[in-house]
């Protein structure tokens, strides 16, 4: 794409292209990647966040996708790389268990915009080309009830490092209430 013009119109931000995705979900990192090369990234991946660092240390992006839960440790840890190495990088955390806490450091630490999953696509262009005045627009559809129920227990079944009995004793229900809700796919 000599023209620098996007899929949606937009043009990619300056010169640069590279862009770093950081996530440990194999299917979601490969679907992501082709999606961005799509709309014109030089795209470069990475499932840990040594791995991650790794390739930050060689060469910082000027955009990157990090998921916030990898198998190794906190995506905070590769912004926090990508900040100390360019700190014009446009940074995006990806996460299934937001929090308002995490969102806040994401962006002290340099990120420009906290998404749950699953974004699609468009949603994560969208905040990496995003200018600094502009505003995100609200969901159409936000978090029914359930999910965010569902996300709660999510949140706190993490906290108690995955330990079902402890879990259920902090949210103050049965042991084997928690273990269905838990078995169950997460609610739209």
């Known amino acids: 794409m000599s ?8 043009p990619i931000p300056g010169d640069e292209r590279s862009l770093l995705i950081v996530d440990d979900d194999r299917p979601f990192l490969a679907r992501l ?5 799509g709309r014109g990234f030089d795209v470069e991946t990475a499932e840990s966040v040594e791995e991650a ?6 060469t910082a ?16 840890d590769v912004v926090q790389a990508i900040r100390d190495k360019r ?27 906290y998404l749950s999953k699953p974004a699609d696509a468009d949603d994560i ?15 159409e559809n936000p978090m029914s009830a359930d999910r965010v129920r569902w996300e709660h227990i999510q949140r706190v ?28 796919r997460a609610p739209r």
């Open 125 to 139: 262009f969208a905040a990496l080309t995003r200018q600094p005045n502009e505003r995100a627009e609200p969901p």
């Open 3 to 10: 023209d620098d013009i996007l899929e949606q119109g937009e």
């Open 33 to 37: 990647a082709r999606a961005m090369e």
């Open 157 to 184: 079944y993490e906290m108690c490092d995955r330990n079902v009995s402890e879990t259920a004793r902090r949210l103050n229900m049965h042991r084997r209430t928690l273990q269905r809700i838990l078995a169950k």
């Open 53 to 58: 660092v790794a390739k930050v240390k060689a």
């Open 87 to 113: 700190d014009d990088a446009r940074t995006v955390i990806l996460t299934g268990y937001g929090n308002i806490a995490t969102a806040v450091t994401a962006v002290k630490l340099g990120a420009v915009d």
């Open 61 to 76: 992006p000027a955009f990157a996708v990090v998921d916030m839960r990898l198998g190794d440790g906190n995506g905070l």
